[in-house]
């Protein structure tokens, strides 16, 4: 059954911190992996990634796929405390077959 | 540009009552989605749209049906509330399949 992982699912930094969060898949026919921010209500778009080894590059967040290893990285440096949401990995399949992870609450405290 | 509005922002219904959702985008996107949220499980797909008239089914389609008639407006129908239909619903829309999808704030509904 296709799964999305992502871990670790709450994580607490401070302000000027650097964080990684995960996001691993089992997919049947993967097309692409997709990064979303959660604050208090509607997700918004991070990236959108489909090939191994090319960074997304969004200002102080970043993300890397490896389709090899079957996985994703999301890193924001210098975090501030705007930064705090709940992060969405989600995977393209093949068949319009769309899967979210469960989220990594991020709290970052002044 | 209102983006993606969900109506309402609030429900309550009883066991078998029906209700319907209305999602209405205003960026001209082809695609539409239906999602619900709970609690630990991230999003379920439970019906798209690639296009006016179009609809097809998600992850957990059950129990749920939907219509696009207009290209703007995509309504999700519960015809008998459950309990297990608890939950927050989002619409969203995009202008590519998944890519850069627009949300809407979302709809809390619960069924007592």
């Known amino acids: 059954e296709d799964k999305v992982v992502q871990s670790p699912l709450s994580l607490v930094v401070h302000e000027g911190d650097t964080v990684t969060l995960n996001c691993s898949y089992e997919v049947t026919n993967f097309r692409s992996l997709l990064w979303y921010k959660q604050e208090k209500k509607a997700p918004t778009f991070l990236f959108m990634l489909?090939?191994?080894?090319i960074e997304k590059k969004s200002g102080r967040l970043s993300s890397i796929l490896d389709k090899k290893e079957l996985f994703s990285i999301l890193n924001i440096t210098a975090t501030q405390t705007g930064d705090s949401a709940v992060y969405l990995c989600a995977v393209e399949a093949a068949g319009n077959d769309m899967r979210f992870g469960a989220g990594t609450r991020l709290t970052v405290k002044p | 540009n209102a983006g993606v509005t969900q109506t309402p922002k609030f429900r309550v219904l009883k066991t078998g009552q029906s209700m319907t959702l209305l999602c209405a985008q205003d960026m001209n996107h082809e695609y539409m989605y239906w999602y619900r949220q709970d609690p630990g499980m991230g999003l379920r797909l439970i019906h798209y749209s690639v296009g006016e008239g179009t609809t097809a089914k998600g992850e957990v389609p059950d129990g749920y049906n939907v219509s696009r008639l207009k290209k703007q407006n995509f309504l999700l129908g519960l015809e008998s509330a459950a309990p297990s239909q608890t939950s927050v619903y989002f619409c969203?829309?995009?202008?590519?399949?998944?890519?850069?999808?627009?949300f809407g704030p979302g709809t809390r509904l619960t069924v007592t």
């Open positions: 969203a829309s995009s202008y590519l399949w998944v890519y850069e999808q627009y």
């Open positions: 489909t090939s191994s080894g």
